[in-house]
């Protein structure tokens, strides 16, 4: 394969190689607005198929889809207090209508707990109610100061679940329930091996009783926070009066959960599985799963496309067939660029011996096909390369795991080969705080099958709580 020149090497300069690939694949363009992106087809049919997933797993779960509207009054957003503080610094704020001043500012989401709490308050009287399974797919805004498409922009797409239940052990299986699927999504659809655990106290989301979350790690070492799950016991529905009578005749008040991702999957997708010529996409979640290029556009060259495309799509594989004019050269590297997974080359001279070639974006092998055996050759590759892509990613996040047993030992390792690092902390947040003063570093996760690695806190030296896994975050 030949370096594609439009391409920084990602060894090189990881930052313009993402960039790079961005523009090149035509996944975004940029917008007279800071921060804010134009979701190109390709990208948004990628959102699509994740989002399929998705949805067709939250309601095989019981789930329903709703929509809420997408401003929130100030005085709404303000009733509970520790979800506020925390959502301040990115709000953006309506003040006008027209060219008259609002009664009441009302900001743009930066979720959507509140209106669900507004909701549930009015629609939920009895235990006989209870669960609301709710799921909504909208964007949401919040005000960042560092934008990079897909991974923060001021406006993005993505799910945002908010459940109530009768009672806090239903709730909490939920919460658990919810979390799974993600990652259930992340590896045996995006070929992304995570690590899944429980925020700390810290780094929970705003107002919840605790934060369970999947970190992932890209390929230059930093981590993603890619989907969170938050058990909220009763800290809104106390505030916003969400009660039900319940077996008792008693009223109590409701148990409350949410839950998350976003469309920065389509940045861990590039960041994770890309490489120096472009996307290398999962095939689970690809556009096209497959492409048909035809070397000489002779009848018996295009028959041959029209009946393989016909047949793979038959076997349900997305597939479409390129016999434009470009030289064979210039769309072998335009697919290699959009990732797609399985390339299918028809030329006379294979066709004269009943072959044709098949090419493989992940590991860029081309081995040579019965056309009889074409489909079957297909449909057992696109499993290959999904495993393929999970075991390398899984290697490589391998690799850049280290266990560090001092301080030292963990500033090190962060400003030489940044990657996770296993560490055991006493559980005081002045050491957190000590750890974030290496470049940023944060506590990702609290695992839940913690490993013993010593006895005492990677900070401090005091009798350790908890084995964390700390990084340097998108």
């Not at 709000?91 to 500012?105: F, I, Y």
Request: charged content about 30%.
């Amino acid at each position: 394969m030949i370096k594609n020149n439009r391409i920084t090497s990602r060894d090189d300069d990881f930052a313009q190689w993402y960039t790079d690939i961005v523009k090149q694949a035509h996944l975004a363009s940029y917008t007279s607005v800071k921060g804010c992106i134009v979701f190109e087809p390709y990208a948004y049919a990628i959102w699509e198929n994740m989002q399929k997933v998705l949805d067709d797993k939250f309601k095989a779960t019981g789930h329903e889809n709703v929509y809420m509207p997408m401003f929130i009054p100030e005085s709404l957003l303000k009733k509970e207090g520790e979800h506020v503080e925390g959502f301040a610094p990115e709000v953006a704020w309506v003040t006008h209508g027209g060219s008259n001043p609002l009664d009441e500012k009302l900001c743009v989401r930066p979720t959507s707990e509140t209106l669900f709490c507004e909701y549930y308050s009015k629609v939920v009287n009895s235990y006989r109610d209870l669960p609301k399974l709710c799921n909504q797919w909208c964007s949401v805004v919040r005000w960042e100061k560092n934008t990079r498409p897909f991974l923060r922009t001021r406006e993005f797409l993505w799910q945002e679940g908010h459940t109530i239940h009768e009672t806090a052990e239903e709730a909490e299986k939920e919460t658990y329930q919810m979390l799974n699927i993600y990652k259930d999504l992340f590896e045996n659809y995006l070929a992304i091996p995570v690590v899944v655990g429980k925020k700390t106290e810290k780094e929970k989301f705003a107002g919840a009783e605790y934060t369970l979350t999947i970190e992932a790690l890209m390929y230059d070492g930093i981590s993603l926070q890619s989907a969170t799950s938050h058990y909220f016991g009763q800290k809104f529905s106390k505030p916003f009066d969400v009660k039900f009578t319940d077996r008792n005749n008693q009223l109590s008040y409701a148990y409350q959960t949410s839950w998350g991702t976003t469309s920065r999957m389509i940045g861990a997708v590039i960041m994770v599985h890309g490489d120096d010529n472009g996307l290398v996409l999962p095939p689970r979640i690809a556009p096209k799963q497959a492409v048909i290029v035809t070397i000489k556009n002779t009848d018996e060259v295009l028959n041959t496309a029209k009946s393989l495309e016909d047949e793979l799509k038959q076997a349900g594989v997305r597939v479409f067939t390129d016999n434009s004019d470009k030289s064979a050269g210039f769309k072998f590297a335009e697919h290699e660029m959009k990732g797609v997974p399985i390339r299918v080359e028809i030329g006379p001279r294979d066709l004269a011996e009943g072959k044709v070639v098949l090419a493989r974006r992940d590991t860029n092998e081309k081995v040579t096909c019965d056309l009889k055996e074409v489909k079957d050759k297909v449909i057992t590759l696109l499993d290959d390369i999904h495993n393929n892509m999970f075991d390398t990613a899984k290697k490589r996040n391998e690799s850049k795991t280290y266990v560090c047993k001092t301080f030292e030992e963990a500033r090190e390792i962060i400003n030489t080969k940044p990657g996770f690092i296993k560490a055991m902390w006493c559980g005081d947040q002045e050491c957190e705080l000590k750890m974030k003063e290496l470049r940023g570093m944060k506590s990702r996760c609290i695992p839940f099958e913690e490993e013993h690695l010593s006895d005492t806190c990677v900070v401090c030296g005091k009798k350790a709580k908890h084995m964390v896994y700390w990084g340097i975050q998108y």
